[in-house]
């Protein structure tokens, strides 16, 4: 079965892009949102001495800094608006998403339609301000601790730092959480995820950039270098195979009989991919590691304290680090699953058409059968993205490989470019649609 990117590149008629005016409308609404954001991350936090802020990246660089900056598309680095990202409102997703499995009055309220959903996404919203103000704080508590050799990261600490600080890294994440869901509703694709996309690519250059100096310098050889390479060439490949792979589930609609006429019955097939969940998992497992770090890898603490003693043991390539990554993202795998694919549903669906799968009888047996098949595939798709993501963490670790060409950001880079051309691609052919059915219209008024 030919890719989403393949059919566009192949049936796809260049010609009628031009015509496309609301195709054109919504790309250049997401280009021009996405160069809004990387200019942001160029904006600077008040009363931050740049120079000494790099002095103090470059000595405490690595493990989950590294981490952090890759989310936040390098503005954690140059410690500008954007330093928190969108993270903090991916993290208030998570909660809500798991309060509201777990909560009778909040998943009522999420059947209720449009109403309940736009509810939910306000109480996202105040809880993503609180997360953020939490994180904000902390982030200006541990910069005044922080010394470099040039004296301050703060030029003048105090109250008022503080509270600057707050409000505008706080600001800054709102912000980018009304230009996501901005993208979402006026442009292609999902807004959240284009945004940490755009941050990963923007810095692949300069990862590669400095790959290629560190080879110059000695660091890596033209061996070492070369099979880097074809990694992260097999790994790309890996994940475009895996994510177009899905079970079909075979579907048998009887013969039904319409007027005086009897209709043949028809076979169809629902389609099960074997990451259902996408790069959520990752990133929501990532968000939740960087949720308590934030205050322990900006904390001044020393010593045999509980925060650094945190900190040793999630350092990338840690084991502990390693196993709490691999089972958040498996837990994910299957959480966000269960969410996006309810059996029951589908097999209500199915017996109310008259449809059903041959073998199986329809209802409960349908269903379970359903949850059998997906849980399945699912275990598939948690080991296949535990192998993406964690394979590269012990790279980075072992011989200091950039960040940006990780399991991870190559996950998130490939799944959400096959995302945003298979609704290109969507959008062209609906165009082309309405095209051919006003051809039709003028056609018949002329005869």
């Not at 890898?297 to 925060?307: H, K, L, Q, R, V």
């Amino acid at each position: 079965m030919p890719s989403a990117v393949e059919q566009l590149a192949k049936n796809a008629n260049w010609g009628a892009l031009a015509k496309a005016t609301e195709l054109k409308k919504r790309l250049l609404f997401v280009i021009l949102a996405l160069l809004v954001y990387r200019l942001g991350t160029y904006i600077p936090v008040p009363g931050i001495n740049p120079h000494v802020w790099a002095e103090i990246f470059t000595q405490k660089g690595g493990g989950i800094l590294d981490m952090f900056n890759m989310f936040s598309g390098g503005a954690l680095q140059r410690m500008t608006i954007f330093a928190l990202n969108i993270m903090p409102y991916i993290s208030a997703s998570i909660i809500m998403q798991l309060a509201s499995s777990m909560s009778p009055k909040l998943e009522a309220m999420k059947k209720e339609g449009e109403s309940g959903r736009a509810k939910i996404n306000q109480y996202t919203r105040f809880l993503t301000v609180m997360l953020a103000t939490v994180q904000a704080y902390g982030l200006a508590v541990g910069l005044e601790s922080m010394q470099g050799a040039s004296g301050s990261a703060v030029i003048d600490p105090g109250m008022f730092f503080r509270i600057s600080t707050v409000i505008t890294i706080v600001g800054g994440t709102v912000f980018l959480m009304w230009l996501g869901e901005q993208i979402t509703a006026r442009g292609i694709g999902n807004g959240i995820s284009l945004i940490i996309f755009a941050g990963i690519v923007a810095e692949l250059p300069r990862a590669i950039a400095s790959t290629l100096e560190l080879g110059r310098q000695g660091t890596f050889s033209f061996i070492e270098l070369f099979i880097m390479a074809a990694m992260v060439v097999g790994v790309i490949t890996f994940i475009v195979f895996m994510e177009r792979a899905q079970r079909r589930v075979l579907v048998q609609y009887p013969k039904r009989q319409i007027g005086n006429g009897m209709m043949a019955g028809e076979q169809n097939h629902i389609p099960l991919k074997l990451n259902t969940a996408g790069v959520i998992p990752p990133i929501f497992a990532s968000s939740l590691l960087l949720l308590p770090l934030t205050i322990v890898g900006f904390s001044g603490a020393s010593g045999n304290d509980f925060t650094a003693t945190l900190a040793q043991w999630l350092q990338h390539g840690s084991p502990t680090y390693m196993i709490l990554y691999g089972l958040l993202i498996a837990f994910f795998c299957f959480f966000y699953t269960a969410i996006v694919f309810n059996p029951t549903e589908n097999a209500d669906m199915l017996r109310k058409y008259g449809g059903f799968i041959p073998g199986i009888r329809p209802g409960k047996s349908t269903a379970d059968y359903l949850d059998y098949v997906l849980t399945r595939i699912t275990m598939v798709g948690a080991a296949y993205l535990c192998l993406i993501c964690l394979l590269p963490e012990v790279l980075v670790a072992k011989y200091s490989m950039p960040f940006y060409l990780g399991g991870t950001s190559l996950l998130i880079v490939v799944s959400v470019t096959m995302d945003t051309v298979a609704q290109i691609h969507s959008h062209m052919i609906a165009h082309q649609y309405e095209g051919l059915l006003k051809k039709a219209k003028l056609g018949g008024r002329r005869r």
